[in-house]
């Protein structure tokens, strides 16, 4: 599986409005609504499923990114949005430090080794120090969707 | 200091596999014990005290891993970890219950 397969193009934003986790969570998963990727989803309920399991372990894993994320039966695939902080977000995490990049990924209900697959993906990449840095310096879309095909291709990044 | 090394091989019972939050609990183990600990799963050996490298490991349902330590308390941390993984599964359900 590649980040391409599951990160979607138009719902990246290089600078979130809140500041805070619960704005930002809302934020992403508007984004994957506006997209059309929940389709009949509720999007309020998503947000708050969302918070929920952040409220029962945070997924900030430190190294300054936190990764969100709940099974839902709005997606029959999954299901990624990214957004980055410029001031950082208090996520709770792991390290107490503030988190700047942050990926919410919606997996289906019934495929748990999809979710694997994802998310086995995605730390790989995050693992990667310049893949972090190149993510939280990303200032556009298109660097965010660069970056993404740059770490599709090159499994060092 | 006796360098004890201790390898089991243990296999995932839970049906959702070793997701984040199992890890987390795999690792939060793993952290109490001094021993250095790895967790292969043939592919690849990652470090069992850090929440990134046992997530990449996408272990599902049925994979089974190797889990090796080294150390004076080698011994416990295994058992403790095998004990999580295979007797109580992280408190998660089998494939047949869900």
Redesign the interface.
């Known amino acids: 599986m590649k980040l391409a397969d599951f990160v979607c193009f138009k719902a990246l934003i290089p600078r979130l409005e809140s500041t805070n986790r619960d704005g930002v969570i809302a934020e992403l998963v508007n984004a994957l609504d506006a997209a059309g990727k929940l389709g009949k989803g509720n999007c309020k309920d998503l947000i708050k499923t969302v918070i929920k399991r952040e409220n029962e372990?945070s997924?900030g894993?430190?190294?300054s990114v936190a990764?969100p994320?709940v099974k839902s039966n709005a997606v029959s695939e999954v299901v990624a949005a990214i957004g980055m902080s410029e001031a950082g977000v208090d996520f709770s995490s792991?390290d107490k430090q503030p988190v700047y990049s942050i990926i919410l990924l919606i997996s289906p209900v019934d495929d748990?080794?999809k979710?694997?697959?994802a998310?086995?993906n995605l730390?790989?990449h995050?693992?990667t120090e310049k893949f972090r840095k190149f993510l939280r310096q990303a200032k556009t879309v298109a660097e965010i969707e660069d970056l993404i095909r740059e770490a599709d291709e090159n499994s060092t990044l | 200091m006796d360098s004890v090394v201790c390898e089991i091989s243990v296999e995932i019972k839970n049906?959702?596999?070793?997701?984040?939050?199992p890890a987390?609990m795999f690792v939060d183990i793993a952290s109490q014990y001094s021993c250095d600990i790895t967790v292969s799963n043939g592919e690849r050996s990652v470090d069992g005290k850090s929440?990134?490298?046992v997530?990449?490991?996408?272990?599902?349902?049925g994979t089974k891993l190797k889990i090796r330590a080294e150390g004076k308390d080698s011994e416990k941390a295994v058992e403790a970890l095998r004990e999580l993984v295979e007797d109580t599964m992280f408190n998660e359900p089998g494939p047949e219950e869900k």
């Open positions: 372990a997924t894993m430190g190294k990764v994320h792991l748990p080794d979710h694997l697959q998310m086995e730390f790989h995050l693992q | 049906a959702d596999g070793l997701h984040m939050r987390m929440i990134m490298q997530s990449i490991l996408a272990a599902t349902y």
